[in-house]
């Protein structure tokens, strides 16, 4: 139904169908034996109003306390982020303070994306030209109190760039990650993790060509990513990618683990204009 939650179900995830350490330390997965249940949220990319309403159809109590977020979690389960929190949207520091606030409340896990790591080289000066949605990011993180910046940099460089979850049954990782590289502290498994496969080229639109590694994915575990736009959670063999592109007017999706049931909230707005081509969600028409 047009402006509300879509809810759908993923197949048995063998075909296609619609911790915390620093980075050196960082390359080492973080992992959680328990069996749990989670919710996964795709890309957010600083879109905290979809982000808010997601939370409320997956049973998240959500108070604001002046700029902070305290949050109450269905019994039993915890929300998990696959990355790029920020970069394009209308309201990253919104989002990294929930997110940060709900980490250190144990309610929350996260992965690096490479969005994420890129604000923090941005934040430090290491970056010689920032692109447009990094600049907005910039931008909003200036008007904030000095101290939240720097702890903004310290949440986001010691983000791991796996979780395996559910004793190894669940795994999270921005890009996606190999069954050979699940559970490797390496620089190779942490740059697979955070760019995927890539090939070293570019499409017509200057982007990079990246290898559908999900394609000859054969592992017992279910591998739960973003990274790469599609209009809809896509599943192939045992893995799922939850980045519906809201920041270009698509959705943002979070699955249920273990029920394998996706939630998309649409885009309230097209707040940045995809490369790609790219549909935005039936409410928002053609106003693109």
């Known amino acids: 139904m047009a402006g509300s939650a879509k809810y759908s179900r993923g197949t048995?995830?063998?075909?296609?169908?619609?911790?915390?350490?620093?980075?050196?330390?960082?390359?080492?997965?973080?992992?959680?034996?328990?069996?749990?249940?989670?919710?996964?949220?795709?890309?957010?990319?600083?879109?905290?109003?979809?982000?808010?309403e997601l939370?409320?159809?997956?049973?998240?109590?959500?108070?604001?306390?002046?700029?902070?977020?305290?949050?109450?979690?269905?019994?039993?389960?915890?929300?998990?982020f696959v990355?790029?929190?920020?970069?394009r949207g209308p309201a990253a520091p919104g989002v990294l303070r929930l997110v940060m606030d709900m980490a250190r409340a144990g309610t929350a896990l996260c992965v690096a994306g490479n969005r994420d790591v890129e604000l923090v080289r941005a934040m430090k000066g290491r970056v010689t030209q920032v692109?447009?949605?990094?600049?907005?990011?910039l931008e909003q993180l200036?008007?904030?109190?000095?101290?939240?910046?720097?702890?903004?940099?310290?949440?986001?460089r010691?983000?791991?760039?796996?979780?395996?979850?559910?004793a190894g049954r669940l795994v999270i990782a921005h890009a996606g990650l190999k069954e050979a590289l699940q559970g490797r502290a390496s620089a190779g498994a942490r740059a697979f993790a955070l760019h995927g496969e890539v090939t070293h080229e570019r499409d017509a639109s200057g982007l990079p060509i990246r290898k559908n590694w999900a394609a000859e994915y054969r592992g017992k575990a279910l591998v739960v990513h973003g990274h790469t736009p599609v209009s809809a959670p896509e599943w192939l063999n045992n893995t799922v990618s939850l980045d519906t592109g809201c920041v270009y007017g698509g959705h943002l999706t979070a699955l249920r683990y273990p029920e394998r049931e996706t939630i998309s909230i649409p885009a309230k707005a097209i707040y940045y204009a995809p490369?790609?081509?790219?549909?935005?969600?039936?409410?928002?028409?053609?106003?693109?």
Do not use: I, W
């Not at 990355?83 to 970069?87: K, Q, S, Y």
């Not at 692109?131 to 990011?137: E, I, P």
């Not at 010691?158 to 559910?166: C, G, H, N």
């Not at 490369?275 to 693109?288: D, E, Y």
């Open 55 to 80: 939370l409320k159809a997956l049973g998240y109590g959500v108070r604001r306390r002046r700029e902070d977020f305290a949050v109450t979690p269905p019994q039993g389960r915890t929300l998990a």
């Open 142 to 156: 200036a008007a904030q109190p000095k101290e939240f910046r720097a702890e903004v940099v310290r949440f986001l």
């Open 12 to 52: 048995n995830g063998r075909g296609a169908a619609a911790g915390r350490g620093r980075a050196r330390g960082q390359d080492a997965p973080a992992k959680r034996n328990a069996h749990a249940c989670f919710d996964v949220v795709g890309d957010v990319h600083g879109c905290l109003v979809e982000l808010l």
């Open 83 to 87: 990355g790029d929190l920020v970069d």
């Open 158 to 166: 010691e983000l791991p760039s796996q979780l395996m979850l559910d």
């Open 275 to 288: 490369r790609r081509t790219f549909a935005a969600n039936r409410t928002l028409g053609v106003r693109r």
């Open 131 to 137: 692109s447009r949605g990094m600049a907005r990011t």
